[in-house]
């Protein structure tokens, strides 16, 4: 009886510690603690978060003190009653692994030559241009020079010789915050029809208010001069922002022009709202009609110039020479920024999704995906503020065939993107400190061409022989 007894005690014990541990919560990681208590207030991707000036010091000891202690005058709870000392210092661990996805970006020291080694090639560079401010856009003639607009406002023909003229008839432009001369693009027959596009920010006064908006001009380029200009496109509404102009310019192969627009700093209302230009990516006829087949239609029933919407300031577009699609590249706020393929109709978030938080440090949104919004092909947490854009064509670069290669402004380089097919499988930092990289483009002789600013210059790429 008395062995009965123990058995069932010790089968009743062994039952209950099994139960328990069943019962015991599994064992999160840092990523998910950190989801869990943290991305409330400090955003969905901890890389967005440290990407901040660390007011209470980023060594361990100080990251523990935070995690452990908070600050609650300041809205920072302390988690020690939440969680153990092993689970704080894998925390911070965590954010320091994630900072040194910041540091990744931040280069030591200036450039002491002209010559760049990659893993793909080594290339140098060829100065064509100098004393400018800041070259937005580049497009090539026929003759081997090219067109450089510079955002102060003025237009620049440069020739085969690198001489530079200043061209007169261009745009009034607002020179003014973001504002100024954006892109230069030239029709796809220009050797027949001289026709030159370039977009803007516009001003026009109501009352007290200055205004602004991107708008498209196209012109005929006789000698030095542009001549016959006339706006074929204007974003509405005007706005008192002097930010989130977009805005590239880009001919598809069927010959349809492609404008980006940015969200003009009013997120809440013009990139989900087919009402408002803004924040949108445009597709228009060369003369500024609207395509018949374009997607959406206004109050009245009329096509519009809206291609996609959902963007928050794309000011990079290339033309995908494999595919014929359009690839843009644009601005998150802090943390975020994207590169994406241009869908008819398609809806790419903002800012109802995004992987960046605010400027201030509070999330714009828990959401990075939704269903019926398109994923970016890849997003940069921190920001590298991407400018201009192009893909690799021709057979003079064989180690960077097919890549995308987009400007950074804020990390002062070129990112070297692999591509196969429609994914982005690797990245590459190159031309590391050269200064603000507004733009990159292919040029119709096989070169890559960049331009920097302040101080001004365009450079072409040439291969080093290895």
């Not at 990139?271 to 018949?292: A, E, F, T």
């Not at 110039?305 to 590249?329: C, D, E, F, K």
Request: proline residues 5%; charged residues 25%.
């Amino acid at each position: 009886m008395l062995n009965y007894t123990l058995g069932a005690a010790f089968l009743v014990v062994f039952l209950l510690s099994s139960f328990l541990v069943d019962r015991q919560p599994a064992v999160k990681t840092a990523r998910e603690n950190y989801e869990q208590y943290c991305s409330s207030c400090h955003g969905e991707k901890v890389e967005a978060f440290v990407d901040r000036n660390w007011k209470h010091g980023k060594e361990k000891s100080d990251l523990i003190k935070s995690i452990s202690g908070g600050y609650p005058d300041l809205g920072m709870p302390t988690w020690r009653p939440v969680l153990n000392e092993k689970e704080i210092s894998e925390m911070a661990d965590l954010i320091l692994e994630s900072l040194k996805n910041v540091d990744q970006y931040k280069f030591a020291t200036k450039p002491t030559s002209n010559v760049f080694t990659t893993e793909g090639l080594t290339v140098k560079l060829d100065t064509v241009a100098s004393g400018l401010q800041s070259p937005w856009g580049l497009a090539f003639l026929p003759d081997g020079g090219m067109l450089v607009s510079d955002r102060s406002g003025d237009v620049y023909r440069v020739d085969k010789a690198n001489r530079k003229t200043k061209l007169t008839g261009g745009p009034t432009v607002l020179v003014e915050g973001q504002g100024g001369l954006l892109d230069v693009e030239v029709h796809p027959d220009f050797a027949k029809n001289q026709l030159v596009y370039l977009s803007y920010s516009a001003m026009k006064q109501e009352g007290a208010d200055k205004l602004s908006t991107t708008a498209v001009m196209r012109a005929k380029l006789v000698g030095d001069a542009l001549t016959d200009q006339k706006i074929i496109f204007e974003a509405l509404p005007y706005a008192k922002t002097r930010h989130h102009y977009g805005s590239r310019l880009k001919f598809d192969q069927a010959n349809f022009l492609y404008v980006t627009v940015g969200d003009r700093g009013n997120e809440k209302q013009n990139p989900q709202s087919l009402g408002s230009d803004c924040g949108k990516v445009h597709r228009l006829l060369d003369d500024g009609r609207i395509p018949s087949d374009n997607p959406f239609t206004n109050d009245k029933k009329e096509r519009t110039s809206v291609y996609s919407y959902g963007h928050r300031n794309p000011q990079g577009m290339a033309l995908n020479p494999a595919t014929g699609q359009i690839w843009t590249n644009e601005h998150g706020p802090r943390g975020g920024d994207e590169v994406n393929i241009i869908k008819k109709a398609a809806n790419y978030g903002w800012p109802v999704i995004c992987y960046g938080i605010n400027y201030d440090g509070k999330p714009i949104t828990n959401l990075s995906a939704k269903e019926g919004m398109e994923q970016p092909l890849t997003y940069w947490l921190p920001s590298i503020a991407p400018s201009g854009m192009a893909f690799v064509d021709g057979t003079k670069y064989p180690g960077w065939k097919g890549n995308l290669m987009v400007g950074s402004l804020r990390f002062q380089y070129l990112n070297r993107c692999v591509v196969e097919g429609d994914k982005i499988v690797k990245q590459e930092n190159i031309l590391k400190n050269i200064g603000r990289l507004r733009n990159v483009d292919m040029g119709p002789d096989g070169y890559l061409y960049v331009s920097v600013e302040d101080p001004g210059y365009v450079f072409r790429l040439l291969p080093v022989n290895q």
